[in-house]
């Protein structure tokens, strides 16, 4: 059964404390119950809204289809900036896809692409059934989010939230350290199976993880990377990903009350999965959304070009289907920042050759310039791939497809649109 712990609080280095923070005293920590491999059995309400999420996610997934090679990269980079609003940072996707691509930005950036990178590699490594999830696996994880902390679970106390620096004015107090392997193995055991409706299991396991907080930092960024990983283990998505985060970044009151209900005594167990069932049919309604708007871009964008070679009367306009500058326009959605050496080695071609098609779809306007502070050509980009991106996380925290006259509590600011209709994004 679940319970509490009482704890004593005595800093042994106390300098860089507060008064209140260096003061002694007991605290409580949370120790969950263990998981086991079974999904438990629910009210009538939350069990409908498993079920009605679960046909939502296979209808998007459905929908979408072969699509959602090339829309994952981008989605995930949506997720993982709502993961960095939850988490009290900022970035826009643009900064997001430079720093990734050219290694390097600010902090923030670093941090959010660090999340980005753990994601695919969750979804690509413990997504497998076949093979069982792991501490290890999990461990890994947790430490491309987070490089710079050793690897492994955590040795010490930590807490969540708070005035100060302390566990005892903490608003959440996980389980002691010497808890923390039994319960992230038995965890591990339950992300592993695959019986029973992949929502609540993917809400459970995140739940259960959060509850845990078995690392000194990343725990949030990791715990929203393990939902795409049950829900491709159950077979939920097979084509895409859905970036539940941007739902939960949208209410972050809203989703801290549903991880309290799940640790209450008793555990209000159907008041989360009921929220989290929620989220996930609004962000699969903005992934839909988000493939059916990249594909009228890439139309767009195709149609621009021609009409840009006939106007300056460079033959064919419509270039031949293997040409370097078409297979450019094809990946714009899951590469929408390019250099020069990344077109040449992506598409196996001179670097003359990617310099003529990278200007030149430039010229079309069909790329943007960007440069560092002193004037130097860095990169070019899918300025309107990239405001889509931004379209779609603003949509999941108003709750609702169009954002124009809503304005989100949190995140950036949306899109500027131009007279003309289309998307010029704020960076």
């Not at 040795?155 to 566990?167: F, I, K, R, Y």
């Not at 829900?231 to 209410?251: C, E, K, Q, W, Y």
Request: charged content about 25%; overall charge negative.
């Amino acid at each position: 059964m679940p319970h509490y712990v009482d704890l004593l609080w005595n800093p042994e280095d106390a300098a860089h404390l507060g008064r209140k923070d260096r003061a002694p005293g007991h605290y409580r920590a949370y120790v969950p119950d263990a998981l086991g491999t079974q999904v438990p059995e629910l009210g009538r309400e939350a069990q409908q809204a498993a079920e009605d999420a679960l046909a939502v996610l296979a209808r998007a997934d459905e929908r979408i289809g072969a699509r959602g090679g090339y829309l994952n990269h981008l989605l995930i980079r949506s997720e993982s900036i709502s993961s960095s609003w939850i988490e009290g940072n900022s970035v826009t996707p643009k900064k997001l896809a430079i720093a990734e691509l050219l290694q390097q930005g600010t902090r923030v950036a670093v941090d959010v692409v660090a999340n980005v990178r753990a994601t695919e590699e969750a979804i690509a490594e413990l997504a497998d059934r076949d093979r069982a999830v792991t501490v290890a696996d999990i461990e890994r994880v947790q430490h491309i989010i987070e490089p710079a902390l050793e690897v492994g679970l955590r040795t010490e106390q930590n807490w969540v939230g708070g005035p100060g620096w302390s566990p005892l004015r903490a608003d959440f107090v996980p389980p002691p350290e010497t808890e923390v392997p039994r319960l992230v193995d038995d965890l591990c055991r339950f992300v592993s199976a695959t019986a029973g409706n992949p929502i609540v299991r993917a809400a459970i396991a995140h739940a259960q993880f959060e509850t845990i907080h078995p690392f000194i930092d990343g725990n949030g960024r990791t715990g929203r990377a393990l939902i795409h990983t049950v829900l491709r283990r159950t077979d939920a998505l097979r084509n895409t990903l859905i970036p539940i985060s941007t739902v939960f970044a949208g209410n972050k009151d809203a989703y801290l009350e549903g991880l309290t209900a799940f640790r209450a005594e008793p555990s209000r167990l159907d008041d989360w999965i009921i929220g989290f069932a929620h989220a996930a049919e609004l962000a699969a309604a903005n992934t839909v959304r988000l493939s059916v708007d990249i594909g009228a871009l890439d139309q767009t964008v195709r149609e621009e070009l021609s009409h840009y070679r006939k106007q300056h009367e460079i033959s064919p306009a419509i270039p031949r289907s293997d040409a370097v500058i078409l297979r450019i326009l094809d990946t714009l959605a899951s590469e929408p920042v390019l250099t020069i050496d990344t077109v040449a080695a992506r598409h196996r071609v001179s670097t003359a050759a990617a310099y003529r098609a990278l200007v030149q779809l430039a010229d079309a306007g069909i790329l943007g310039r960007d440069k560092d502070q002193k004037g130097r050509l860095i990169c070019w980009s899918a300025d309107r791939h990239l405001a889509l991106v931004s379209l779609t996380e603003r949509s999941s925290r108003v709750g609702a497809g169009d954002t124009g006259r809503g304005k989100p509590r949190l995140g950036p600011p949306a899109p500027a649109i131009d007279q003309m209709g289309a998307l010029r994004p704020r960076d």
